[in-house]
């Protein structure tokens, strides 16, 4: 049993960290609760049933072009409504106020075109899961593991290595310095959002194929995965893998004896618990303001 709930808690804890990690990048850049991240993670998941299961398309093809739409989605979001409040200086409330409107707004553009009926991604038979140290993990399971390490190894990579990946921490740790010395902040937030939502609509398409689609399907991820940030420390990027590990891990063997309804309430919980004793977290930065 402890072998399963440990491999349970790899599972969740990977799609946890990959939608933390692309809140995290957002966040760092904009410094406000992007909650329509969720329907961005929603959107892609539906993006790939239509390529996949309407337009028969094959899964690696439609895998990557839904992950492309996806961070195209979140770039136009950004243009269409943050970048015209930046413009003119909004506060931190209007954002907040107009990323939980363009959530509303395009969650219901999705019930309308597809309906809220329960879809899946999945086709053929259900496959036999592998038995590995007493535990039990399925191909799709695999899938999701592998990818979601692979993204987050590389993701660390490009932050660290790449002069692009520098830049970005530049803005991130002092926005008004880094465009001193040449660089431009709004090229960096658009780069944020291309990439943090791209993170999303993996994460989305991900979960799909083992479980099913629905309109509402981002909302749950989305706060577990702010759950996940602030565990880490919200912006931090090592602290949102790390968060997004813990989460996985403490959800998962916290209904080791208690039924599995109880899980949302368990991290919600640990929210509660950080926010009392650690409010920034594992890994967060002290900063001079506290952003709501």
Do not use: C
């Not at 349970?8 to 966040?27: D, E, K, M, P, T």
């Not at 991130?172 to 660089?183: K, M, Q, R, Y």
């Not at 309804?261 to 919600?268: C, P, S, Y």
Request: charged share 10%; net charge positive; hydrophobic share 55%.
């Amino acid at each position: 049993m402890i072998e399963q709930l440990f491999l349970n808690s790899l599972i969740a804890g990977s799609i946890y960290a990959l939608i933390a990690l692309g809140f995290s990048i957002i966040y760092r850049t904009v410094k406000f609760f992007h909650f329509t991240h969720g329907i961005v993670y929603t959107a892609g998941a539906y993006f790939a049933y239509s390529l996949f299961t309407s337009l028969q398309f094959s899964f690696l093809i439609s895998f990557f072009v839904s992950i492309l739409l996806a961070s195209l989605l979140g770039v136009i979001i950004d243009r269409t409504v943050y970048y015209p409040l930046r413009f003119k200086k909004a506060s931190n409330l209007s954002f907040l106020i107009a990323s939980f409107g363009v959530f509303i707004f395009l969650q219901n553009l999705i019930a309308l075109i597809y309906g809220n009926k329960i879809l899946t991604l999945r086709t053929g038979p259900i496959k036999e899961g592998y038995h590995i140290f007493g535990a039990v993990i399925t191909p799709i399971q695999i899938l999701i593991l592998t990818v979601s390490i692979i993204l987050v190894f590389l993701l660390w990579l490009f932050i660290k290595q790449t002069k692009l990946g520098k830049a970005m921490r530049a803005v991130f740790d002092d926005p008004l310095a880094s465009n001193v010395v040449g660089i431009n902040p709004e090229r960096i937030i658009f780069i944020s959002f291309a990439l943090g939502s791209l993170l999303a609509g993996v994460a989305g398409i991900l979960i799909s194929l083992e479980t099913n689609l629905e309109p509402t399907m981002g909302f749950i991820p989305l706060l577990k995965g702010i759950i996940a940030s602030i565990i880490g420390g919200v912006g931090s990027i090592p602290g949102s893998i790390l968060g997004g590990f813990f989460l996985g891990l403490v959800e998962n063997l916290g209904i080791w004896k208690i039924s599995a309804g109880w899980k949302d309430l368990i991290a919600f919980v640990i929210l509660i618990i950080f926010l009392l004793l650690k409010p920034r977290g594992f890994l967060g930065i002290k900063t001079e303001k506290e952003i709501i």
